[in-house]
């Protein structure tokens, strides 16, 4: 009995064995398999994000690239020239840097372009900021940079831009601002008038 029960025991043995080592061979492939693809995974990911790494550094040394260049461009850029500032007496051509003195017979207000002509009936001196009226017994034409005097035998009042005519029966000594009456000739003295018919007696008649 016994050795029956051995015999059946062995047999069973024998034929599970086979099974036995090919789920353990099973088993062991799969952990291989599992540890490979995990470890190939890692190295994966290690690669991904070496990538990454090298793109932010890439990334970061084009950023550093980009604005040491913006800054070398700021560096360099020329200086904007300062604006021309006229005063009083003064203006400012197209594209100059300095004012300039306003010239004889003209005047300049300030910030102007150009120098404005002086006009009738005043003078305008070098640097002047506006026209000076022209005084009583001078006048002054366009342009002028000064007063001239009136001459004799006109008159010119202030604000003048040419000499006048005196009028008849009045009379303009040079400088004058206004005709005045003209003086009547002096009258023969009373001695004079008794001393000419004794005179005229006493000549000699001509032949």
């Known amino acids: 009995m016994r050795n029956t029960i051995f015999t059946a025991i062995l047999a069973c043995s024998l034929l599970l064995a086979p099974a036995l080592v090919s789920a353990q061979g099973t088993t062991t492939t799969t952990t291989t398999t599992t540890t490979s693809g995990a470890r190939g995974g890692g190295a994966a990911g290690g690669a991904r994000a070496g990538g990454a790494a090298a793109g932010g550094t890439a990334a970061g040394g084009a950023g550093g690239t980009a604005a040491t260049g913006g800054a070398t461009a700021t560096a360099t850029a020329p200086a904007e020239a300062p604006a021309c500032t006229a005063r009083p007496g003064q203006y400012c051509a197209p594209g100059a840097a300095e004012a300039a003195a306003c010239p004889e017979g003209s005047f300049c207000v300030g910030r102007t372009a150009q120098p404005i002509a002086c006009p009738a009936g005043s003078s305008c001196p070098a640097r002047t900021s506006r026209p000076r009226a022209c005084p009583a017994g001078q006048f002054c034409a366009a342009n002028a940079a000064a007063p001239e005097e009136c001459p004799e035998g006109s008159f010119c009042p202030a604000g003048s831009s040419a000499p006048i005519a005196c009028p008849e029966g009045f009379e303009c000594p040079a400088r004058a601002s206004w005709p005045r009456p003209a003086r009547p000739a002096r009258a023969e ?19």
Do not use: H, N, Q
Not at 193 to 206: L, N
């Open 189 to 207: 003295a009373p001695a004079a008038r008794r001393a000419r018919p004794a005179a005229e007696a006493a000549a000699p008649a001509t032949p």
